[in-house]
């Protein structure tokens, strides 16, 4: 019986001994460094979500040639919504896809930068791939019935300034202008 009491006391104290958390050690001995704490809300100034009327308002403020670049706003039957930018013309379905966006109206977290120049029948998945591995923000695929688009996604989770979203959309726009004199291998 008294064994029997040894025991359980023992598994009582195991149960409620404090647990000690595993950490990574490093080869050589050395610890690991603690996980950095959560990040805090987004600073103030910073954005973390946006409409897009917001967007419509903030890419006012690109001028190509001297000229504002005209945007305006599709809705889809799903409730999303996209900002349409003619950069390239009419001919060329280019824009920002609000994503991530919070049930109650208030704004989307992810800004999915699309260009789709249409049908490439010269474009072959080795110009898709050396492109991606020249280029590392901006993304080319082959879509299934032919058309190549370009791809571009910013998350807006730790904040983002107007400034940056502006500059992102320049930077989206000068290398997809970049792909039509890109050449595999040169």
């Known amino acids: 019986m008294a064994s029997l009491s040894r025991v359980l006391v023992i598994v009582a104290s195991l149960a409620f001994a404090p647990v000690a958390a595993a950490q990574v050690v490093l080869p050589g001995g050395g610890g690991g460094t603690p ?7 987004a600073q103030a100034g910073l954005i973390t979500k946006l409409t897009a009327q917001q967007l419509v308002q903030i890419l006012g403020t690109i001028r190509i040639n001297g000229a504002t670049v005209p945007t305006s706003i599709r809705a889809f039957n799903d409730g999303s919504s996209m900002v349409v930018m003619p950069f390239w013309g009419p001919q060329v379905w280019s824009g ?14 992810l800004l999915h930068f699309l260009a789709n120049v249409g049908k490439q029948p010269s474009i072959s998945a080795d110009w898709v791939n050396a492109f991606n591995a020249s280029f590392y923000y901006v993304k080319a ?46």
């Open 35 to 41: 996980a950095p704490a959560p990040a805090p809300g």
């Open 96 to 109: 920002i896809i609000l994503q991530f966006c919070e049930k109650d109206g208030s704004g989307c977290h």
């Open 141 to 186: 695929l082959k879509l299934t019935n032919g058309e190549l688009a370009f791809t571009y996604d910013i998350g807006m989770w730790p904040g983002v300034t107007q400034n940056q979203i502006v500059q992102m959309t320049g930077m989206f726009k000068a290398i997809v202008d970049n792909s039509f004199k890109f050449k595999p291998g040169s």
